[in-house]
Every structure is written in C-alpha cells, then in structure tokens.
Nanobody, 132 residues
Framework: EVQLVESGGGLVQAGGSLRLSCLAS????????IGWFREAPGPGRVGVSC????????YHAHDVRGRFTISSDNAKNTVYLQMDSLEPADTAVYYC?????????????????????????WGKGTPVTVSS
C-alpha cells in the first residue's frame, strides 16, 4: 500500500522558516517524481516543488524560487521542503504527492505547478500559517 505522510507544518511569523517532511512507503523513488503542492482558499491546488531521484533534478515554482529547497533522503524514503523567508502569501495546506514516470519521462519539470490532476498518490496535507 502506498502512503505519503506529511509533517512539519505550523504557525510561523513572516520571515521565519519551516521544514516539511514527507515519509513515503510502498513505491520506489527511482521510478517516481515526488514533490509538494499547496492549496490556499481560492487558487486551488498548485505545485510548488518537485524532485527526480534518478538524476537529482529539482524544480521550484517561480514564486518560491530562492526561498524553498526540496531534497530527498532515499535511505529514509523521505522528501523534505525547507521553507525560508516565509511570507503570509505562503499560507496554505501543503500536500506531498507522487507520480510514476511515463514512457516520455518524469513529470517533474516546469509544468509541475499545473499537474495536480496527474498525480498518482497524495498525502493528507499539513497546514502552514504565516502571520504578518
């Protein structure tokens, strides 16, 4: 059974940091793209960052680039999202998600923000609130 379990969300002041963790089980990182989406009231669920374990490629959406860093520890089956310089606009529920590679390659690329409907598996989410 595939499971994605997020942790690390919470309340933080603007300018602060949080590190989210996603513990994965039931599939191999080598064959999947794995990453983070966030959902705030209104905009819907939008991809933030993703990672391809095969080659170490990472993608960050434009509005978090330079502030968020995704990484993975394959030995621990865990993906992290280090979030620095947090802003009130980062307030959302953050979801871990994964999708199998296709015959055309990995889905971790610059279209990640719009690929929510393509994900195979989702975690239940962890809330992040950034106060001003």
């Amino acid at each position: 059974e595939v499971q994605l379990v997020e942790s690390g969300g919470g309340l933080v002041q603007a300018g602060g940091s949080l590190r989210l963790s996603c513990l994965a089980s039931g599939f191999s990182f080598d064959d999947y793209a794995i990453g983070w989406f966030r959902e705030a009231p209104g905009p819907g669920r939008v991809g933030v960052s993703c990672i391809r374990s095969k080659d170490g490629y990472v993608y960050h959406a434009h509005d978090v680039r330079g502030r968020f860093t995704i990484s993975s520890d394959n030995a621990k089956n865990t993906v992290y999202l280090q979030m620095d310089s947090l802003e009130p606009a980062d307030t959302a529920v953050y979801y871990c998600a994964s999708v199998a590679d296709t015959i055309y390659g990995s889905l971790c690329h610059d279209r990640w923000p719009s690929l929510g409907n393509a994900m195979d598996y989702w975690g239940k989410g962890t809330p992040v609130t950034v106060s001003s």
